[in-house]
């Protein structure tokens, strides 16, 4: 008898392959469902002061599922399909807008707003998180792929905020506008916050101008990446081996291990200042922008557990650091700047077969680290710098006569850098195409290809030996490919009144 067929000769071992012969890949996805509405009021007092009434709803839901897979840790008891457990996001927010124009050159305007939202974890099936009899002996827990969330994870978790603010502009000459603004957020689970803007916008000639801006800024981190808990099967290129990578909230005891603490607010300085012109019928703006954050919100580096670790966090009653190799969370650790520059440039060709507009749409931006503490690494640091494209454009030509119109553009993406590989990946372009026919004043027929030239980002050297993803996960243009699409589209009487 070979040594294989006495194992499973012997009542008291298990292998998987008595469940998957051939092996098996787990196939984790969600159930989406999104709604949002948005219902108002507005009008106008006899003394000319204008109002807006509205109120906004949103519920979204992600109920992830996961099948062809195990929890390893339960045997043979193990189901094969799992709840993991799901995200919900619900948000409503009530606007009261009031504006004034005292004069024909000066205009008011102030409101308040109210804003509640609740982050939502569902619990998942045991099954999907369980630490089974078999972890000892070294099997994994929970379901291979993406542990479900246990009762550590899941719960609600709300925030209110109330806003008020109040704007002006004054136009002193034709030719010059400036305008000013200042709000005030009270949060219930944060600070208060006073941020303002002032801008100035001046055309020179009939032909140039040039504009500018400063304003402050503030972002309370959101329920969600305060306590978003999830953990996902990846594979580690440094040990060539599928290891667990979870996301915890930076309160937890996991973080707490690596530094992590209870999230702030962000606060950021924000400067622009650019130029207007045209040359004939030539029209151009060049922006520079320049964003200082101090106390950025974003994920920090990934860390490892020591088993000592990972057995005094179980015992500790936090089951679920037996199923992380490796974990991350938000933080507050670091301050960037980031700057670039944006051009856009149209210029219209009338001609005795239509009309035809040409433009481009240029960005260069860059992101400096300028300064980080305990709980990011020169990785994660590299990943902020350089994880985008710096330099993105888009050259476009949309040509219109009688029913038809026609759209060609070429996009292009610079290179990028990709963590998980260790590779930088040179930048592509990309060719949209798109004709559209109206059929009625109604009616209309889009036919369309987006990356009609099937253009994909360059493969993963490492995949060519059978690990890994064929192409970076981050690739900013995607890796499918070429995509078709037929559109038709009418539009009611009643709605076009």
């Known amino acids: 008898m070979s040594p294989f067929a006495a194992i499973l ?147 609600q978790f709300t925030r209110r905020n109330l806003g008020v603010y109040v704007d002006g502009e ?41 504009r500018a801006t400063y304003s402050t800024g503030f972002k309370a981190p959101t329920p969600g990446q305060s306590n978003a808990f999830n953990v ?45 012109f045209n040359l004939g019928d030539l029209d151009v703006t060049v922006d520079y922008f320049n964003i200082q954050i101090e106390d950025r919100l974003n994920l920090s580096q990934n860390f490892s557990l020591t088993q000592q670790e990972i057995d005094d966090l179980i015992a500790a009653g936090v089951t679920s650091a037996g199923n992380l190799q490796n974990f991350r969370f938000f933080t507050n650790d670091f301050d960037t700047e980031t700057d670039g520059i944006d ?6 060709l009338d001609w005795s077969a239509g009309t035809t507009t040409l433009s481009l749409a240029f960005n260069h931006t860059e992101n400096e680290v300028t300064d980080s503490g305990v709980t990011i690494d020169a990785t994660r640091i590299r990943e902020i710098q350089e994880g985008l494209p710096e330099t993105r454009y888009n050259i476009a030509a949309n040509h219109a006569t009688e029913n038809w119109r026609f759209l060609a553009r070429v996009s292009y993406y610079d290179d990028w850098y990709d963590s998980e590989d260790g590779n930088t990946y040179s930048g592509k372009s990309l060719v949209d195409l798109e004709a559209a026919y109206d059929v009625s004043d109604a009616l209309t027929v889009v036919f369309g ?49």
């Open 9 to 155: 000769a012997d009542s008291d071992c298990f292998v998987f392959n008595s469940i998957f012969p051939g092996g098996f890949t787990p196939s984790f996805g969600g159930d989406v469902s999104d709604l949002a509405g948005t219902a108002g009021v507005r009008g106008e007092t006899d003394g000319g002061l204008r109002w807006d009434f509205s109120v906004s709803a949103g519920r979204n839901e992600v109920d992830f599922v996961i099948s062809n897979t195990v929890n390893a840790s339960l045997g043979a008891a193990t189901p094969t399909s799992f709840d993991p457990g799901a995200y919900i996001q619900l948000e409503n927010m009530y606007n009261l807008d009031f504006g004034y124009s005292p004069t024909d050159n000066t205009n008011l305007g102030f409101g308040v707003e109210y804003r509640s939202e609740e982050f939502e974890i569902r619990v998942g099936q045991e099954e999907s998180f369980d630490i089974g009899p078999l972890a000892e002996q070294g099997f994994s827990a929970a379901s291979n792929g993406f542990p479900g969330f246990s009762n550590i994870a899941g719960g």
């Open 170 to 210: 004054w136009e002193p000459t034709d030719s010059l506008l400036l305008g000013a603004a200042i709000r005030f957020e009270d949060f219930d689970d944060f600070e208060t916050t006073t941020n303002g803007k002032i801008a100035a916008n001046w055309r020179v000639t009939d032909s140039f101008g040039v």
């Open 232 to 276: 996902s099967t990846e594979f580690d290129f440094t040990i060539n081996d599928l290891v667990n990578n979870g996301t915890v909230p930076s309160t937890t005891p996991v973080a707490q291990l690596r530094g992590g603490k209870a999230l702030e607010p962000e606060d950021s300085k924000n400067y622009t200042a650019g130029v207007f």
């Open 343 to 348: 051009i856009v440039a149209t210029y219209p």
């Open 449 to 497: 290809a987006q990356n009609a030239l099937d253009e994909t980002p360059d493969e993963n050297p490492g995949a060519a030996d059978g690990v890994g993803n064929r192409y970076s996960q981050f690739s900013p243009f995607g890796f499918n490919g070429s995509f078709w699409y037929l559109r038709l589209r009418y539009q009611m009487d009643y709605l076009k009144r």
